[in-house]
């Protein structure tokens, strides 16, 4: 199975803030790779594909890079309603498998 | 527009089984995939399998294997996800998604709860 692994598991920022979660692949996945937000309470939502392209209605705040193992996940100016948990996962394969997570708070 | 509208939350006790729907609207019904994915309490995310709608064809992730079935009923554009002899680790949201070559959609989720 390829393993996701999220970088911070969290982080805490400040309204405006631009940041970063970076997610790498045990092995090579090209750009087959999803980003999702997860709100308390709520289903997950997508955001981001093929690594790069934003889904249907995903402001354009919302960025997604990288190829092969290494990718970003950047929000440019954020925004008390982007506060949530963001997921990397890889779907070059099945099993498709999920990073663990990077909860994004206030600081 | 499109949607997919669960079913409600369940409780059942350990060795039972649970069978979650999954209702589609909005859109061709036998030309997506449909994945299953859970979510235990304050946990991350969990990919059980996905089920090709048009012919029934099923993929589970070994963890699940001989414990999960995915079904549909092409009649009422539903998928069910039935999980068998239920344990406390398997208390969690079950989610389906819609799989457009990547997840689009999700469900709004279930909730099953194991306890004797």
């Known amino acids: 199975d390829i393993q996701m692994t999220q970088s911070p598991s969290s982080l805490s920022a400040s309204v405006g803030d631009r940041v970063t979660i970076t997610c790498r692949a045990s092995?090579?996945?090209?750009?087959?790779l999803a980003w999702f937000q997860q709100k308390p309470g709520k289903a997950p939502k997508s955001l981001i594909y093929?690594?790069?392209s934003l889904q249907s209605g995903v402001p354009s705040k919302f960025s997604g890079s990288g190829s092969g193992t290494d990718f970003t996940l950047t929000i440019s100016s954020l925004q008390p309603e982007d506060f949530a948990t963001y997921y990397c996962?890889?779907?070059?394969?099945?099993?498709?498998?999920f990073g663990g997570g990077t909860k994004v708070e206030i600081k | 527009q499109v949607q997919l509208v669960q079913s409600g939350a369940e409780v059942k006790k350990p060795g039972a089984s649970v069978k979650v729907s999954c209702k589609a609207s909005?859109?061709?019904?036998?030309?997506?995939?449909m994945h299953w994915v859970r979510q235990a309490p304050g946990q991350g995310l969990e990919w059980m399998g996905i089920?090709?709608?048009?012919?029934?064809?099923?993929n589970y992730a070994q963890k699940f294997q001989g414990r999960v079935t995915m079904t549909r009923d092409t009649s009422t554009s539903t998928v069910y996800m039935e999980l068998s002899s239920l344990r406390s680790e398997d208390t969690a949201v079950y989610y389906c998604?819609?799989?457009?070559?990547?997840?689009?959609?999700w469900g709004q989720g279930t909730l099953v709860t194991v306890s004797s």
């Open positions: 909005g859109y061709t019904f036998t030309s997506y995939y």
């Open positions: 089920i090709n709608p048009s012919g029934g064809g099923t």
């Open positions: 998604a819609r799989d457009a070559g990547n997840i689009d959609y």
């Open positions: 093929a690594a790069s």
């Open positions: 996962q890889q779907y070059e394969s099945y099993p498709l498998t």
């Open positions: 092995q090579g996945i090209s750009n087959y």
